[in-house]
């Protein structure tokens, strides 16, 4: 009605989503069919990632995507719409998806593929792109649900008896978060009027000072949270994520938490840019507590898995401080969390002092964008390494029988190729260059500089000291050490490779691909930066993205 | 033209030993340990580029070259090659060829060399590129990588617990402060917006008084001295002995130990000459000297004696640095120089020794210099620069450093003190490592002892000849290599003039008073050796002790602080949880005055006071079960309350889909419940019921009052209105309910059903796995086995 | 529960659920009901039928495992929004034809395709659960 028809390139918007649902369906309709499973799973995990990419193409090509489903006008019907943020996103979730599906072709069993495990993990990701995609937030509220029974099912695959019991207390504590978010978005309706994120965006701006608005930011704050693992809200994910198999613990580590991230991104820092600015405090005790649990959480650890649940806690962590910072171009918010963030750091009070003189130092940063810029380069750092972490974990896992560090160990001569990579995810996740976890830890540290919050700048570097020692201490044991005595009678082999196992060499493919990312996004970044830099700006002015949706005129 | 010749040139010299890495291992299983011969021609290629620059170097020229790498944050992958980044990637480089070729004889048949060579020539390239460096995260990309394969090197023999531990240490120091380093770099960039040494040494005195003079101060140093093994920090030099031996005398002689040596030195003229900085680094340095060569002349082991002397020869040149004054520099680089190539020289000697006579032990070591004739000599010229007797390059050093200190007051005779009593027991440990395992009677344990091949004792025997060389054509020397790194390191140009021949004052008789007193202490070695162990002994515990104890203090707190906060207690998880949502509901509320104002009695039917009745009938006999089976019933109460309401106010189709769900999750959580076997209630006593009690109704509150403050605003009907007046006329149907299901919010369904679907699946993967798995009998210990 | 009389009726009984839901499902854009509902009272009439006659039965008279009714429901629904492609608007446009059958105007719709696709999704996924748990019960 409002627009003219549509080129099939139009149809980028909600391809992702579409390609989910319907290769998930068709997948299940043929659910007996085991073997041919992966043979349509990959194709469709790669059709899914062109289609991510196309969209980010046309995203940084023609700026913000909007398609109006069903054709209704702006704010009545469910947009789609896709900024840089979104579009980057998805694109990083789709590549971690063809990744985990080449690995899961080779290592899950052909019980859990007949119980659905590639339906379900269409599923998981028609949420997990529906979710990055959709400009309605009741619609993202449906993705959520979409994405949680997908990644249940998953979560479920095998029925162990430690499984059930992660899978009972992930449960639980997700819905609690999902539940809150619904009721949230009833509230928010009960206030604007309107579902639609561009329109809420427009209205809530006109209540700047209400009460209301403030509470409902803080509810948003504590689903989403929850949803991302933040302290103290982060119980559900050590509990649950070493239980099921390492490809869906892999899935799970790198995009789920992601989602919360994203859905936190959007709604608290575009929709509710004030109030997110009297927040900035809060978050930042959150970031810093949530980085130390983690990293003390994985220095705790004797099982390579239960750690690397934690580093995904340290990681959310670090993508949160990169929230904590507000504007520090002279805004009132800004000088208020300055002179905040002095009354807190105390000891180091020469820095804080300091700091709090940077903003007029640096003519035209600010340290909002850049430390959105950095949360997000660090997000797709994240979704990348931990999603390869856990698949690497799990190759090092089937060798050695176990993924117990007492346990582990010979592998370094045993298999110099998968140390080769392990250490470089591993020194990745660390942050040191040159790999991608390095620069958007320093865009952070600048951003908290800048934004006269030093103290958080020291714990990200301390969150990265500890997560060096612990990998450090995960390479030094499950690889360099010899393997401490065979794990099951007969040679780390044993029960392994049976008849028909394929070729290592194609298993290592998708931990290859995501090594690439590694290497790239530390060698080279600045295609990255440049990229987050503009989903960064798209949401602290999101005007171009109203625009999308409503048009030039409005 | 130059310029570009210079960025092709520098940027090939950068980009070799990388090369030769990748290519290593493939070499070597192509033509084994001849390897060695072709990939020392990518260090010795970077020789060669870099002594391409000398010209224009010495005569205080600064080749610069580079690209932009990261626009956005105006970082550049730019370099800065003057006299001090000259020498010292001349010195990386020369070196490093010997190494190379080195480690071809002394790891020769060992299975790991392609890997070792690999290693080895990474980190050259980082070293490399460090000292090259010149925008601020370049050198620190470098700072870091130095640090990554320094880890590996240490770790090679990965075997052994000790390599690991060793390992695990040095990354840990040099990498935290290396993380120290780059909150200073950034601090330095972002509030001083200097982005490259060019810039920071053009800033004058910028950085000195800025106000942020002391936290920058304070980061690089915490990465400097980390780097180059100050007390306390030191630790992990001695321990990563545990590496090979060409890994030590290229590790400790002339690289990764002097790159925080050579961060010093660069940055000196921008942040030195402060009273801070001629306070802070001499006590340093100073007690690292004394200590260090205290504990080298203490050690048994030949290459621990060795590492000892680098801790000590390290506080020499900080102190030095400290100083801050001409002669103090001159002196520093002089010593740096000379020590570069009589420390490496050494080191390959122990090797040679330790491959020779299949011993480190200095008791057990005797007799060798008629069986290692030409270890012997590299040896004993190596010492003599070291000693500091002339005319070997180590004189020089000593020379001006005596010079730099003779001053009368307590400050530099405090410092020239800690100099002479470190020098001669730096002379004594010198003579202990190079003449005593030569001389004397052969001890029997010593079976068939015999010089290595000719890449074990070239490497050694060139760095000897060449601190005797250095020394005797003193003025080319200062030229092209120590007055150019002076002039860099000064900030203006210097002229060193000191040379071979001993002019007869002051600083001549110290150094004589020196050479007496290390040889009055390598005579009484045995009895120094056991006082210093009597002594260390009774004050029991050592900086090495002390960082297990705080690695052991790091986990003990991780486990204290996770059991606390990951109980494995749902019940614990939900509490918090809860807390948290209700102080999300109330704070936020009362901070920001939301509170609703005290509500109308509502105007209801009968019938709707009827349902209201009925769920709160349900929610009470929720509460009052006294099992759960009663309680999931009666939420379904509940339930059909809701769905009543929802028949009441004119919704059939919500209604009756609220009464199947309801019945449904009735019928499925009753089944669940039963499968899980919980206990069937809550036997908890009320004082335990209490305060979850509570919380409940305190968060149930929030909600509803909350809810209270939104109905009482004025609502925007837009979206109803909007539905209600196109249902028909656009979208032909008259039930609204269902045209919003399947054409309004048609994509909000296509979610939902999806859900169902997915929860189908879930049940029945729930359900039905167990099944097949109790058939499948054998235990499967491997989480994913196909 | 297994009477004879519960045994004779419940064959009938859950064809003409099955014909109810499908009215109920058909009428349901103007008048309540829609494939939701619709797809509830057919899982009803299908667990019922289960109950009476077994499990095995139910599974033989569906043909397709009740996850594939289930999964082509899903299927028929997305791509009863893809056929907005064809008319170049935005996903899921309602489009619409009136031919004329037998004399009489018939309403087709995509909307009426994603609700035969939604109802035949809670048939499917709901008979599944309630078959498997009674499947469960009968072991």
Known sequence: ?554 | MAEIEATTGGILALALPFVAAALAPILKRIIGAHAAWVLALAPAAAFAILFSFLPEVSSGGVVQFGFDWIPAFDVRFSFRIDGLASTFGLLITGIGTLIILYSGGYLKGHRDQGRFFSFMLMFMGSMLGLVLADDLMTLFVYWELTSITSFLLIGFDHEREKARRGAIQALAITGGGGLALLAGFILIRELAGLNSMTEVLAAGDALRTSPYYLPIFILVLCGAFTKSAQMPFHVWLPNAMEAPTPVSAYLHSATMVKAGVYLLLRMQPALGDTALWTTVLPAFGAVTLVMGALLAVRATDIKITLAYTTVSSLGLLVMLIGVSTEYALIGAVLYLIAHSLFKGGLFMVAGSVDHGAHTREIDRLGGLARHMPITFAAALLCALSMGGITPFVGFLAKEEIYHALEYGDAYHIALMAAAILGNALMFAAAFIVALKPFVGKLPETIDHPHEGGFTIWFGPLVLGVLGLLGALFYETYHALFSGPMASATYGQPVEIDISFVPHLNLAFALSLATIALGIVIYLASNGVRAATSRFLASVGWGPDHGFDQAMRGLLRFSYFVTNRLQSGRLDYYMTITVIAITAALFVPMILGGALPAEPQMPQLRLPEWLVLALILVGIVAVVVAKNRLTAIVSLGIQGFGTALIFMLLGAPDLSFTQFMVETLSVVILALVMTRLKLSPADHRPLREKLPDAALALAGGAGFAVFLLSIVQRPFDPALSDFFEEYSYAIAHGKNIVNVILVDFRGVDTMGEIAVVMTTGLAVLALIRIRVGRRAKAQPDPMETTP | ?139
């Open chain 1, 1 to 554: 009605m409002m627009h003219g028809a549509l080129a099939p390139s139009d149809y980028l918007v909600i391809a992702p989503v579409a390609i989910c649902l319907l290769f998930g369906a068709a997948l299940l309709m043929m659910r007996k069919r085991i073997d041919w499973q992966p043979w349509l799973a990959i194709p469709g995990f790669l059709l899914l990632f062109a289609a991510d990419v196309l969209l980010l193409l046309k995203v940084a090509a023609e700026g913000p995507q909007t398609m109006m489903m069903g054709n209704w006008k702006p704010p009545f019907g469910i947009a789609f719409t896709v900024d840089m943020l979104g579009a980057l996103f998805v694109t990083t979730a789709g590549f971690v998806g063809v990744a985990s599906a080449i690995y899961a072709t080779f290592s899950m069993s052909r019980t859990e593929r007949r119980y659905g495990f590639f339906p379900f993990m269409f599923l998981m990701m028609g949420g997990v792109s529906g979710a990055f995609l959709t400009g309605d937030i009741f619609n993202l509220y449906v993705w959520f649900e979409v994405l949680l029974m997908g990644s249940f099912g998953l979560l479920i695959l095998g029925s162990e008896r430690e499984q059930l019991d992660g899978a009972t207390k992930y449960c639980f504590l997700n819905l609690v978060a999902t539940t809150l978010f619904l009721i949230t978005t009833g509230y928010l309706y009960g206030v604007v009027g309107t579902l639609n994120m561009a329109d809420i965006a427009q209205k809530a701006a006109r209540l700047e000072n209400d009460g209301a608005v403030l509470t409902i930011a803080v509810l948003y704050l504590v689903a989403f949270g929850m949803k991302a693992a933040a302290f103290p809200l982060n119980f559900w994910l050590p509990a649950s994520y070493h239980t099921p198999r390492f490809v869906v613990s892999a899935l799970f580590a790198g995009l789920l938490t992601k989602v919360g991230v994203y859905a936190l991104i959007r709604v608290l820092l575009m929709l509710f840019p004030p109030q997110h600015a009297d927040l900035a405090t809060l978050i930042s005790w959150v970031a810093a507590l949530t980085m130390l649990v983690g990293a003390f959480g994985a220095l705790a650890q004797s099982d390579m898995r239960r750690l690397l649940n934690y580093f995904v806690i340290a990681g959310i962590g670090t993508i949160f401080a990169g929230l904590a910072l507000t504007g520090g171009e002279g805004g009132a918010s800004a000088t208020v969390s300055a002179a905040s963030a002095a009354t807190q750091a105390g000891g180091t009070a020469p820095m804080t002092g300091m700091a709090a003189a940077a903003a007029p130092l640096v003519p035209g940063s600010d340290s909002l964008v850049i430390g959105l810029s950095g949360a997000v380069f660090y997000a797709l750092h994240s979704i990348v390494i931990m999603t390869a972490l856990y698949l690497a974990a799990g190759t090092a896992a089937r060798i050695s029988g176990s993924s117990s560090l007492r346990a582990m160990g010979g592998l370094w001569r045993a298999r110099p190729g998968l140390a080769a990579l392990m250490l470089v995810f591993l020194f990745a996740v660390s942050g040191l260059p040159p790999f991608s976890g390095f620069w958007p830890k320093v865009i952070l540290v600048r951003g908290a500089f800048q934004a006269g919050m030093p103290w958080l700048g020291a714990v990200i570097l301390l969150t990265g000291f500890l997560m060096t020692v612990a990998s450090a201490r995960v390479f030094a044991l499950a690889f360099w050490r010899n393997a401490p005595e065979p794990a099951v009678a007969g040679g780390p082999n044993a029960g392994f490779a049976p008849a028909g196992e394929p070729s290592p060499m194609l298993a290592m493919l998708p931990l290859l691909i995501l090594a690439v990312f590694a290497v790239v996004a530390g060698v080279l970044p600045q295609w990255l930066v440049a990229l987050t830099d503009v989903a960064a700006r798209g949401i602290v002015d999101p005007a171009g993205y109203v625009g999308s949706v409503f048009g030039g005129v409005s």
């Open chain 3, 1 to 139: 529960m297994r009477t004879v009389i519960f045994r004779f009726t419940a064959p009938y009984l859950t064809a003409l659920m099955v014909l109810f839901s499908i009215f109920v499902l058909l009428r349901g854009h103007n008048d309540p009901g829609g494939g939701f509902i619709g797809g509830l009272i057919a899982a009803s009439a299908l667990a019922i039928y289960g109950i009476a006659c077994g499990v095995a039965a139910v599974r033989r008279a569906l043909w397709f495992h009740p996850m594939a009714i289930s999964a082509s429901g899903l299927f028929l629904a997305v791509v009863a929004g893809i056929f907005s492609v064809f008319a170049g608007t935005g996903f899921m446009t309602g489009l619409w034809v009136f031919p004329k059958i037998f004399g009489t105007e018939v309403a087709l719709s995509t909307p009426l395709i994603f609700d035969i696709g939604v109802y035949l999704v809670v048939v499917g996924g709901i008979a599944s659960i309630a078959l498997a748990l009674e499947e469960r019960e009968s072991d």
